[in-house]
């Protein structure tokens, strides 16, 4: 749905600009039609005026014109011919509505393109400051005030300066429960919390061998933040392959721990002082997604996180899906 949002608020962009675009045609026309008006009142002063070519080309056009005003409405008042007065008083008319026009398709074009950099620098920043005063500022452009729409573009270049000097090449895991909630069902409460609790201890121990950066856990899942998806794909094949020793000799309840894990990396806006949870960039929305498409203890990652491995990438094979546009691969432990 967000995707044929994106789609259709592009096609509106693109119409407005070719309408943009046809309306400057127009009035540019107009002008051109001003100065043949100018040029046909001024023939009869002109010595030899049909020799020329281009003023013959001229005389021909503006005796169209006038031949068709007096074929429309009176043009004699007072003994005086008035066809050039409304020739021009037609064409600035004309010129006047036009402009008028194109300035409001180009401001509402305008705003749309605004709307479209706030959201994905909204994106970007996540709950800071900064994004307080962006969404203040957007709320000022409302009103059409040309100072606060100024001031909001300058807005716009300044944070996103300031957002690409904070850009860092980053990875994320996603980790998720599969059938937390069955897994709950006729359990005792204290052994569910002992078990969930050992489960949590032991994940955090691979993602600290492996150089977790941040994480943000909910009850059953956590988000993940890697200097580089090899640490992302060994802290999450090291999790799967330790769940048989952890599920044998750990947990106490009937049902075993299986998880789904979901990597992905690229280029985000990184401040070591803002919580995992509220991190908010493209990047971590496909690890998450990423993690909800895969099977139970198996990692997907997309191809292009997969080229920029630099450890073994043996085990990873194509899933022959697609999450998010990315084409997928995935990697299973070994049969036993």
Same mark, same amino acid.
């Given at each position: 749905?967000?995707?044929?949002?994106?789609?259709?608020?592009?096609?509106?962009?693109?119409?407005?600009?070719?309408?943009?675009?046809?309306?400057?045609?127009?009035?540019?026309?107009?002008?051109?039609?001003?100065?043949?008006?100018?040029?046909?009142?001024?023939?009869?002063?002109?010595?030899?005026?049909?020799?020329?070519?281009?003023?013959?080309?001229?005389?021909?056009?503006?005796?169209?014109?006038?031949?068709?005003?007096?074929?429309?409405?009176?043009?004699?008042?007072?003994?005086?011919?008035?066809?050039?007065?409304?020739?021009?008083?037609?064409?600035?008319?004309?010129?006047?509505?036009?402009?008028?026009?194109?300035?409001?398709?180009?401001?509402?074009?305008?705003?749309?393109?605004?709307?479209?950099?706030?959201?994905?620098?909204?994106?970007?920043?996540?709950?800071?400051?900064?994004?307080?005063?962006?969404?203040?500022?957007?709320?000022?452009?409302?009103?059409?005030?040309?100072?606060?729409?100024?001031?909001?573009?300058?807005?716009?270049?300044?944070?996103?300066?300031?957002?690409?000097?904070?850009?860092?090449?980053?990875?994320?895991?996603?980790?998720?429960?599969?059938?937390?909630?069955?897994?709950?069902?006729?359990?005792?409460?204290?052994?569910?919390?002992?078990?969930?609790?050992?489960?949590?201890?032991? %994940? %955090?121990?691979?993602?600290?061998?492996?150089?977790?950066?941040?994480?943000?856990?909910?009850?059953?899942? %956590?988000?993940?933040?890697?200097?580089?998806?090899?640490?992302?794909?060994?802290?999450?094949?090291?999790?799967?392959?330790?769940?048989?020793?952890?599920?044998?000799?750990?947990?106490?309840?009937?049902?075993?721990?299986?998880?789904?894990?979901?990597?992905?990396?690229?280029?985000?806006?990184?401040?070591?002082?803002?919580?995992?949870?509220?991190?908010?960039?493209? %990047?971590?929305?496909?690890?998450?997604?990423?993690?909800?498409?895969?099977?139970?203890?198996?990692?997907?990652?997309?191809?292009?996180?997969?080229?920029?491995?630099?450890?073994?990438?043996?085990?990873?094979?194509?899933?022959?899906?697609?999450?998010?546009?990315?084409?997928?691969?995935?990697?299973?432990?070994?049969?036993?």
């Amino acid at each position: 749905m967000k995707g044929g949002g994106n789609e259709m608020q592009h096609g509106l962009r693109w119409l407005l600009g070719s309408l943009v675009l046809l309306l400057r045609i127009i009035e540019s026309a107009l002008l051109v039609s001003i100065l043949v008006v100018a040029v046909g009142v001024a023939l009869p002063f002109i010595p030899d005026a049909s020799s020329y070519e281009a003023l013959a080309v001229v005389a021909r056009i503006y005796a169209g014109a006038v031949w068709r005003v007096k074929s429309v409405i009176p043009t004699v008042f007072g003994g005086f011919e008035t066809v050039p007065a409304f020739l021009l008083v037609g064409i600035v008319f004309a010129l006047r509505v036009a402009h008028t026009i194109e300035g409001a398709l180009r401001e509402y074009r305008d705003k749309l393109s605004v709307q479209r950099n706030f959201a994905e620098l909204r994106g970007r920043m996540g709950f800071t400051r900064e994004a307080v005063a962006l969404e203040s500022k957007m709320r000022a452009l409302q009103s059409g005030d040309a100072k606060s729409r100024a001031e909001l573009l300058k807005l716009f270049a300044e944070t996103k300066k300031k957002l690409d000097a904070m850009g860092r090449d980053l990875a994320f895991l996603s980790i998720d429960v599969i059938g937390s909630t069955d897994m709950k069902v006729g359990e005792d409460k204290a052994l569910v919390e002992h078990d969930f609790m050992a489960y949590k201890e032991f %994940v %955090v121990a691979r993602l600290t061998q492996h150089r977790q950066i941040k994480a943000a856990w909910t009850p059953d899942g %956590v988000m993940i933040c890697f200097a580089s998806a090899d640490d992302a794909v060994g802290a999450a094949r090291d999790i799967i392959a330790g769940l048989d020793v952890f599920n044998k000799t750990q947990k106490t309840i009937a049902k075993d721990f299986r998880v789904r894990c979901g990597v992905n990396a690229g280029l985000v806006s990184f401040d070591p002082a803002t919580p995992m949870e509220e991190m908010s960039d493209r %990047v971590i929305d496909v690890a998450g997604h990423m993690q909800k498409y895969a099977a139970a203890n198996t990692i997907f990652l997309s191809k292009q996180c997969l080229n920029s491995l630099q450890a073994d990438k043996d085990g990873f094979l194509p899933a022959d899906t697609k999450v998010d546009g990315f084409e997928v691969y995935k990697w299973q432990p070994p049969a036993k």
